[in-house]
């Protein structure tokens, strides 16, 4: 069952250096307090899984936090490149960082088949594409029924998975809504759950048609975090701050620049500087 603790106690009992981490959230509900924590706690050789790696794991990259990373897209949504992952991969800065290129597709059903407790997930992909050509995870299976030859990739499991939530109940019950990718899977794959929170309450509101209900038998640690989701976006809590994601591009273009800012952004601080942005406003 969950348990509701702090942000700090949270990743010092579950995220363990070493550790194969996944921190999802699609555009919404981006875990970057939980991801801060991490840093601050100098957690390191992290293998980190994200669908869509942005700004979070460019950060994680650029302390030198991670030894590799699977993914299915890496980028400044909207803005260009992640100049710390860039460097990692171009100049093994701060370290050399390993990488495991995938399609969407492909990691969506990874997750699915490590949640379902399979050892790989199969799917209609990569057909006509170069991927399998430099990633030896790809492969192929036939189906015994049809002959159809059909892509496969490893179900992914990781040790511990980190996401942001809107609330979470008193017994750990927490409820995603808006836009949700893969958080569910992400955390019924893992072996141990984070999950950061706007605000916890006595009981959950009557779930939405598209919401996500994830009960607290499947969660590890609950922590309450307002605004831990910023500069990404928190339905009906906080906008997306596009700005932010502009102004990194030249704060982390740079080593210097970007040690700066995670100095006093992040080392210096905790996340109660998160709470300013977790004041409710029109989604």
């Known amino acids: 069952m969950a348990k509701i603790v ?16 996944s921190m999802e959230g699609f ?6 307090a939980a991801g801060h924590e991490v840093i601050r706690q100098g957690r390191k050789d992290l293998y980190l899984i994200r669908m869509t790696p942005d700004i ?34 171009e100049n093994q800065w701060p370290r050399p960082l390993e ?51 059909l892509a496969a990739v490893p179900a992914i499991r990781p040790d511990v998975t980190i996401i942001h939530a809107l609330r979470a109940d008193r017994k750990g019950n927490v409820l995603l809504e808006g836009i949700v990718g893969v958080q569910k899977e992400a955390v019924l794959a ?30 590890t640690a609950v922590a309450e975090v307002p605004g831990g989701a910023f500069p990404s976006y928190a339905q009906g809590y906080y906008p997306r701050s596009n700005a932010f994601y502009i102004a990194w591009d030249e704060i982390a273009r740079e080593r210097q620049s970007f040690e700066k800012w995670i100095d006093e952004n992040v080392m210096k601080a905790g996340p109660e500087n998160f709470a300013r942005h977790g004041r409710k406003q029109a989604a």
């Open 6 to 21: 702090t942000l700090k106690e949270a990743v010092a009992e579950n995220v363990r250096d070493g550790d194969t981490v």
């Open 27 to 32: 555009t919404h509900l981006i875990p970057y």
């Open 56 to 89: 979070l794991y460019d950060q994680l990259i650029g302390v030198g936090a991670a030894r590799a990373m699977k993914f299915s897209w890496g980028g400044n949504p909207g803005v260009g490149s992640l100049h710390r992952f860039r460097d990692a991969v």
């Open 99 to 149: 990488i495991e290129e995938h399609s969407h597709a492909a990691m969506a059903n990874a997750y699915e088949a490590g949640a379902a407790n399979l050892p790989f997930a199969m799917l209609r992909g990569y057909i006509g594409a170069d991927l399998p050509k430099v990633n030896p995870n790809i492969r192929s299976v036939t189906c015994p029924f049809t002959g159809e030859v």
């Open 190 to 219: 893992a072996k141990r759950s984070i999950v950061t929170v706007e605000e916890i309450v006595d009981e959950l509101d009557p779930p939405s048609p598209n919401s996500v209900v994830l009960p607290g038998w499947a969660v």
